[in-house]
């Protein structure tokens, strides 16, 4: 557990979150390597299968990245997502997985701060939440079983 | 088509603000060539300085970003910064303009940003992400906007080293001020304005209390990357501030030394956004309080905002122009002395922060250029325009835009710079719009049944890539990958080099598929799938690893960690673009004929303007004749005859041989999509149907006259609207003679529950009518009863001249409205006269009511179902984007003008005509319409018709159709993907976000894990 790497998928919206990203980078704001940004166009997009299957393939924690409540370039995909990542929640929780795992989390395309604090405080989280059950023992035996 | 005579076709437009960048992109799409020149090292002007802008408290500048690096961009126009027009010789079109350019001392095509130079010589190297923090990121688009470094050689002490600290060798320190002769047909102004430095006055000790702070300064403090990283922190000891004070019209309104006469228009709505912003984001603890004048909310439901800021935040305001500010001994804290409004003594209280609310200026440059370019300024400095024709300045082919016409607010600025792009492209020649010939592209090779065969390019970007990760061993792990047939090395990639090199390459290796390992595609994905396509590729065959900005940029002191991220950032993408389908974009056949709702002055300028260009144009008229609600106007605030514009209007617009007027029509029904509208009308006394096919609609339906039954209007003689006083005061001067007393009473109908917003033409209606009745019967004495008097920018010369002859304004609350009495044939008023503390019974001759503007409910509620159009609370058409889109309607080819769109002056409504006939030519210009491929498609197969989709989609796309499952116009999607993730079927995907795409990307990044 010391040298525990968790990995995290971080889907971010091309107009707020990955900009927000973006300017982390610009702004030499270090955050953990452990995030790695998958670009959508809207939060909105990113449904349950993204996240369930991030998280079944191995990911140690998911979380969803959109724009600040009212600036949805779409209108309402940022608050969808928030609901997506609210079923996912509940999901985990039905079958054991620790709901933490996922989160959802708004910024605007100038935040690269935010971006940053984010990154680190959620690597932060599923660091000492431990690896992902699907990867130890019990899971992975079902999964074997499953086949 | 007219005739044009001038051969020159490009437009100069001087400017590199909101305006500026408004006119030029408008230009250039609709085919026009413009050379865009700020005298500052980067665009962007002042609006990219401010925290949030009213009235949605957004970062606006973030949701017109993405619209900047648009290709037609790249196509017409030509970037200049550090330059300036020092001469100009010709006339409307074929002027020739001297264009003088500072040397920079970077050579911009070497210069990749890393910021080397500005890290090791910071005193030297221009750069403000401070002031700015958009800058390195919003604002920074390939070969166009450039990115904002500059050197400043006189403040640099050690050059050699300066030039050895650039990796690419882009200082050039030989660089001179060069000087280039512009051809042009026709030139808009958008200088813009400078912000008043309060320094020079000496009551509110500005420069002296370093916590009385200007409104910029406070939106720099509230900037999340501001001085103090976002933090409410006052500057003289670091501490919160607890208590906040706002002097409005500091330098504005004003007689004294150092202030201007005109109001600034845009300080009051600011102020209250600076106030709602404070207690919402940091504390409602904190007390904000507004010291004001009048409270001047004019614009598009900016009454609402006001209302807002007092009953849900809070924000306190106090009618009183303070009288000094001065410091309590070493707190910090300030004091205000002020008189309070209900006449009693003078006060003083205590504050921890004061913000001066400062307003615009015109700089002695700007007179200057004005004196160069031998165009006449207005009394204050300003452009001098007519009511009539806004944009145009005294000299024929310069027209002008923004702050440098008058004070004012963004959305009115983007109006007239749209407005500015319509007259400019007007006086080119109409030919040149499809004449300018698109790239020759060679025909897009087919991939269908071929194994992906992907060529990686890794980009070293300098040392921003190459010098944290070692690109040559990158090179090799991507070689290793699953279906990679090449990887190389290629320098910066966005070179136009190495571009070649990659071109080739796909077509030397027969490359299918291609990923690059460079920056990030916000910024170079069009680059990438441009050179794609040069080489016969589909360009949605491609994926970006953000390596820059995602990786090296972020760990650069961890190279391992940043080079193992790196080959992560490589998988994914290349086991993505596997997935990767060739896509087309959708398109439609541009019809160029354009539908006019509404008659009036709005519709009929917009139609003429279009009309002028060569487009056809159906002018569709509910009533028996042209002319709207200018009919019944006389005179403007400033002295011009309504009545002898409009005939001319009328006759140039019936006798137009590209103008179809229709009147005594009615719209019943429509389809289709922009380009390609069908519009049912039917008109006539017979009411004969028929369906006009038109691409572009523009909405010019206009307001009502309010009528109110209030005060005894349409009862009593005496009493009437301003309106009726208008046309009195022309036809029937003789009665004037005999009045004594003449009562205004304002607002009434306007600013309250039934129609809460502001009409803004009645203060304006009820000074202008003042001054014309003292011009008749100088013996006359006047009263105007008014809520706030709201004359922004130059109508506050004609509200001090009323003053000056002894127009007596007094101020009432909604609260104590005034009463009216008959009176034998006049009527009795009765108010409060706050200022002497009781009520007055005021007998008058005449009472005028300024009745202002009501929606005309019925039709934009009839027209809005019809065309699907949204709509305001009461009853105005709701635009596309408050602020930075004002008469795009948010469906793709419609827009709205004039009174439709929310109250405004002939003046106002004349622009937003001419900016919805400029904005109508970005779609006109094209032969067909690129709706791009980034669109969801349904699998009709899995579609169960649950219609979770029509009910999810955010623009009401997705319907069932006649085949009973459902259908997604690709012309009307916006390639949100909301659809596709609601979807339970997984019947709908998003294209180039397909959920194999979204899933090869975690294989990518997770495949060795489980």
């Known amino acids: 557990m010391q040298n525990f790497e968790p990995v995290i998928v971080a889907f971010c919206c091309h107009y707020c979150a990955y900009t927000a990203a973006d300017m982390a980078g610009s702004k030499r704001l270090g955050y953990p390597p452990n995030v790695k940004i998958i670009r959508v166009p809207c939060s909105g997009k990113v449904d349950a299968i993204h996240m369930m299957k991030a998280l079944e393939k191995g990911a140690d924690g998911v979380y969803v990245a959109g724009c600040l409540d009212g600036d949805c370039h779409f209108k309402t995909g940022n608050i969808r997502a928030a609901r997506h990542v609210e079923a996912v929640k509940k999901l985990l929780d039905e079958i054991g997985i620790e709901k933490e795992r996922v989160e959802m989390f708004s910024m605007s395309a100038g935040m690269g701060e935010k971006f940053a604090e984010v990154a680190s405080e959620f690597t932060e989280r599923i660091r000492k939440l431990g690896p992902n059950p699907v990867k130890t023992s019990a899971f992975a035996q079902v999964r074997q079983a499953v086949g | ?1010």
């Open chain 2, 1 to 1010: 088509m007219q005739e044009k005579t001038q051969t020159n076709n490009k437009v100069l437009v001087v400017g590199g603000g909101m305006g500026g960048i408004r006119s030029a992109l408008d230009l250039a799409e609709s085919g026009r060539d413009v050379v865009l020149i700020d005298k500052a090292y980067s665009i962007g002007g002042l609006m990219t300085r401010l925290d949030r802008t009213f009235p949605t408290n957004n970062c606006d500048l973030c949701t017109l970003s993405p619209h900047l690096s648009e290709s037609g961009r790249k196509l017409h126009i030509e970037l200049l910064t550090m330059t300036e027009v020092s001469r100009l010789d010709g006339e409307a079109g074929d002027f020739t303009a001297t264009l003088t350019t500072k040397p920079r001392y970077i050579d911009m095509d070497k210069c990749t940003a890393c910021g080397q130079c500005h890290e090791k010589f910071p005193e030297a190297v221009r750069f403000t992400p401070g002031l700015d923090h958009r800058a390195p990121t919003c604002m920074r688009y390939p070969q166009a906007t450039p990115y904002a470094f500059s050197i400043d050689l006189e403040r640099c002490e050690d050059v050699d080293a300066l030039v050895k600290s650039c990796p690419t060798g882009a200082i050039d320190l030989n660089e001179t001020e060069t000087v280039r002769k512009l051809s042009a047909g026709s030139i808009i102004l958008a200088p813009g304005a400078e912000l008043f430095d309060p320094t020079v006055l000496d009551t509110y000790g500005y420069g002296v209390h370093p916590n009385v702070v200007t409104s910029m300064e406070y939106e720099r403090i509230l900037s999340a990357t501001g001085p103090t990283n976002g933090q409410l922190l006052r500057p003289s000891d670091g501490k919160a501030p607890q208590k906040i004070a706002w002097i409005q019209c500091v330098g504005s309104r004003g007689v004294q030394e150092g202030c201007v006469a005109y109001c600034s228009s845009a300080c009051c709505m600011y102020a209250l956004k600076e106030a709602i912003v404070t207690r919402e984001r940091f504390s409602d603890a904190i007390e904000t309080t507004i010291f004001y004048m009048d409270m001047r909310t004019f614009g598009k439901d900016y009454e609402l905002y006001y209302q807002r800021a007092k009953n849900e935040f809070g924000v306190r305001l106090v009618r009183s122009r303070p009288h000094s500010v001065v410091s309590e001994n070493g707190s910090g804290n300030l004091e205000i002395a002020f008189l309070p409004e209900d006449g009693g003594q003078a006060r003083s209280e205590v504050y921890d922060m004061v913000v001066l609310t400062t307003g615009f200026r015109i700089t002695p440059e700007l007179r200057e250029l004005a004196g160069r370019l031998g165009i006449d300024l207005n009394e204050h400095g300003f452009a001098r325009t007519r009511s009539f024709d806004p944009v145009a300045t005294s000299k024929p082919g310069i027209y002008v835009c923004g702050l440098f016409e008058s004070p004012k607010d963004i959305p009115e600025t983007m109006i007239q710079a749209s407005a500015a792009a319509c007259s400019a492209g007007g006086d080119l020649n109409p030919l040149r719009i499809v004449a300018k010939s698109e790239e020759e592209l060679p025909p897009e090779r087919s991939v269908l049944g071929e194994d992906p065969k992907i060529g990686v390019f890794i980009c070293d970007c300098g040392l921003d890539i190459g010098g944290v990760v070692d690109v040559p061993k990158l090179v090799d792990f991507a070689a290793s990958l699953p279906n990679v047939a090449f990887a190389e090395a290629i320098g910066h990639g966005c070179s136009k080099e190495s571009l070649g090199v990659i071109r080739q390459r796909i077509g030397d290796k027969g490359l299918n598929r291609v990923v690059f390992g460079a920056c990030s595609p916000r910024t170079h994905e069009m680059l990438f799938q441009d050179t794609l396509r040069k080489a016969g590729l589909n360009k949605y065959l491609m994926e970006i690893a953000n390596l820059r900005d995602q990786d090296t940029w972020v760990h650069a002191s961890q190279p391992d960690v940043a080079a193992q991220k790196a080959k992560e950032l490589l998988k994914m993408a290349v086991f993505s673009v596997r997935l990767a389908h060739p896509l087309a974009d959708h398109t439609l056949p541009m019809n160029k004929d354009v539908l006019v709702v509404g008659g009036g002055v709005t519709g009929m300028e917009a139609s003429l303007s279009l009309a002028d260009m060569g487009f056809r144009v159906y002018l569709v008229e509910r009533s028996g004749q042209l002319g709207g609600n200018a009919r019944n106007i006389r005179k403007t605030l400033e002295g011009e005859d309504v009545q002898a514009y409009v005939k001319g209007l009328i006759e140039r617009t019936e006798s137009h041989d590209q103008i179809q007027v229709l009147t005594q029509s009615l719209i019943v029904d429509h389809t289709g999509m922009a380009g390609a509208f069908r519009t049912g009308v039917q008109f006539g006394p017979q009411m004969f149907y028929r369906p006009i096919r038109h691409g572009i609609t523009i909405l010019a339906t206009g307001a009502l006259a309010n009528r109110p039954r209030e005060y005894l209007l349409d009862e009593h003689e005496a009493v009437m609207t301003q309106r009726d006083l208008d046309n009195l005061l022309e036809d029937r001067a003789d009665k004037v003679q005999s009045w004594n007393n003449v009562a205004m009473i304002q607002c009434v109908g306007s600013r309250v529950p039934e129609n809460p917003n502001c009409s803004r033409v009645c203060c304006q209606a009820a000074i202008k009518n003042a001054l014309r009745i003292l011009d008749i019967n100088p013996q006359a004495r006047v009263y105007v009863l008014y809520r706030d008097m709201r004359t922004p920018g130059f109508e506050e010369d004609y509200y001090r001249k009323a003053r000056e002859r002894g127009v007596i304004f007094v101020n009432y609350g909604l609260e104590s409205k005034p009463a009216v009495k008959a009176n034998g044939k006049g009527v009795t008023v009765s108010f409060r006269d706050p200022i002497v503390g009781r009520e007055i019974q005021l007998p008058a001759d005449c009472l005028a009511l300024s009745t202002g503007f009501i929606a005309d409910e019925e039709s934009t509620e009839d027209l809005g179902t019809i065309f699907r159009l949204p709509r305001t609370q009461d009853d105005y058409f709701l635009e596309d984007h408050i602020k930075l889109r004002p008469v795009d309607l948010p469906i793709p080819g419609f827009f709205v003008a004039g009174t439709a769109h929310s109250p405004r002056s002939i003046r106002e409504s004349v622009a937003q005509a001419k900016a919805a006939a400029g904005r109508a030519q970005t779609f006109l210009a094209r032969d067909t319409i690129n709706l791009g491929a980034v669109v969801a498609t349904v699998d009709r197969d899995k579609c169960a018709s649950c219609l979770i989709c029509v009910r999810a989609c955010p623009f009401d796309v997705p319907f069932i159709n006649a085949e009973g499952y459902s259908e997604i116009d690709p012309a009307k999607c916006h390639g949100c993907g909301t659809c596709a993730s609601e979807c339970p079927a997984k019947a709908i995907q998003l294209m180039q976000y397909e959920d194999d795409q979204i899933l090869a990307k975690l294989d990518g990044l997770l495949e060795r894990m489980v």
